[in-house]
């Protein structure tokens, strides 16, 4: 098969780094792509929202299927475009993409299907979002509607703060995103990411996580794209898991496909585990990044093969395995970053690193004079698999130390909710 995949992040590389080990695969192509994925793909240079010239660059290269990593493309359509033009791709229908990008749409299908969710409304203008609020009071959760880069959220611990990110919304804060409002009750308990891989009818297990979303350590300071993550997650027992299937991405499948917009990719859901049981807090379209590469390092099976299943309604006749081992991923991020990060320094030691038994997933790097150099806020995912999230844990901190980088920097405690877990016995 030959293979285009789009994106260029650390979850990218992961998937690339998967698919190589495939038989199926004989070229891989990717675009943009970044170096780390450059030593498996051939790197291609398309523009993400010209369509119809990615559907002519398939057609010239007889691209057998189109992954796409990242949600904006799938928003934007590309599968629908694509799949027009007779060109198999794995990824969501714009359709079925709303699942991510629009809060308000999931959170109607919820209502509608009776899927366990925080209580909420939908408001479009500042008065009546103001009053909801004001009737509800706080801890309170306002969000944007549309794609925000995880940045459209605000949990609000006072009425003022919950005022404030109203106003901010519709002031145009986060753009277009934000002319639609949802105002969320706040819900308590762990959180957990559950990915299923989805044909449309059956959807498919596809492994738990755990992430880090603040760039300190002890969860401190502002949020980020992620600043590691593990897998499993111990909070998702096989009796949670059971549940989360029945009650939310059941319904889930079955609405979507009763809407008109049947599921086809990945379905992330992020969940809290609450005193009563799973709650969905959000779903994603897509790999989570930095959650897909500590996936792909347990998965066992042949990842093409069941990409294939799910393109091609075979899903219901898959299995997937998991390696026992828990896998755990530390992403080291350039200075500034989640501001302004600092480009262009200098990074040494991956071969060195790499020895320590780590895979380094390539996200935020570039080539300069023959250098590898920080091209971006999130740079390396340092990931490792052990028999104890707590030994890759270990793992992954060892390779870190070979790594030659002073101008970058990275979480230390990545994993210790788990490994907390493992200390207590339990
Ligand atoms: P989202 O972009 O919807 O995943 O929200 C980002 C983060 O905000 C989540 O990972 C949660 O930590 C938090 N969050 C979102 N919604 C809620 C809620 N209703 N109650 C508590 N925390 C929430």
């Not at 005193?275 to 390092?297: A, H, S, W």
Request: charged share 20%.
């Amino acid at each position: 098969m030959n293979v285009l995949l789009l994106g260029s992040g650390g979850r990218e590389h992961a998937l690339a780094w998967k698919m190589s080990a495939s038989p199926l695969l004989t070229r891989l192509y990717a675009s943009p792509g970044n170096p780390g994925i450059g030593r498996l793909a051939e790197l291609v240079k398309l523009d993400i929202s010209d369509h119809s010239a990615i559907a002519a660059f398939c057609q010239d290269k007889t691209i057998d299927l189109v992954v796409v990593g990242p949600e904006a493309p799938l928003v934007a359509g590309i599968a629908d475009d694509l799949r027009a033009w007779g060109i198999r791709v794995f990824g969501p229908s714009k359709a079925a993409a709303r699942l991510e990008g629009s809060k308000g749409f999931t959170k109607d299908l919820c209502a509608k299907f009776n899927i366990p969710t925080a209580a909420y409304g939908r408001f479009s203008d500042l008065a009546s979002a103001r009053a909801y609020v004001e009737q509800t009071g706080a801890p309170i959760v306002i969000k944007a509607d549309g794609l925000a880069a995880g940045k459209g959220v605000t949990i609000a611990m006072t009425l003022e703060e919950a005022l404030a990110a109203i106003e901010a919304c519709f002031d145009g804060a986060f753009g277009a995103a934000g002319a639609e409002v949802v105002v969320e009750e706040y819900l308590t308990g762990e959180e957990a990411s559950f990915f299923c891989l989805c044909d449309g009818a059956t959807a498919l297990p596809f492994g738990t996580a755990q992430d880090h979303k603040r760039v300190g350590d002890g969860d401190t300071g502002p949020n980020t794209g992620g600043m590691g993550a593990y897998s499993p997650a111990p909070v998702m027992t096989p009796e949670m898991t059971d549940r989360t299937m029945r009650e939310i991405i059941e319904p889930t499948m079955r609405g979507m496909a009763e809407l008109g917009a049947p599921f086809a990719g990945i379905l992330f859901a992020g969940l809290m585990i609450t005193d009563q049981g799973p709650k969905l807090i959000e779903y994603n379209t897509r790999f989570g990044d930095p959650e897909c590469q500590v996936l792909m390092m347990r998965l066992k099976d042949d990842l093409l093969v069941l990409l294939n299943a799910a393109v091609d309604g075979q899903l219901a006749h898959m299995s997937a395995r998991w390696s026992d081992e828990a896998a755990l991923t530390v992403v080291m991020a350039a200075r500034g970053y989640p501001g302004t990060p600092e480009k262009g320094s200098v990074i040494r030691g991956l071969d060195e690193a790499a020895s320590e038994g780590a895979e380094i997933f390539h996200a935020g790097t570039a080539i300069n004079g023959g250098a590898l150099v920080a091209n971006g806020g999130r740079v390396l995912n340092v990931t490792a698999l052990g028999a104890t999230v707590g030994e890759a844990q270990r793992r992954a901190y060892a390779a870190i130390d070979r790594i030659d980088w002073p101008q970058g920097f990275f979480r230390h405690d990545i994993g210790w909710r788990a490994v907390e877990r493992e200390k207590a016995g339990g």
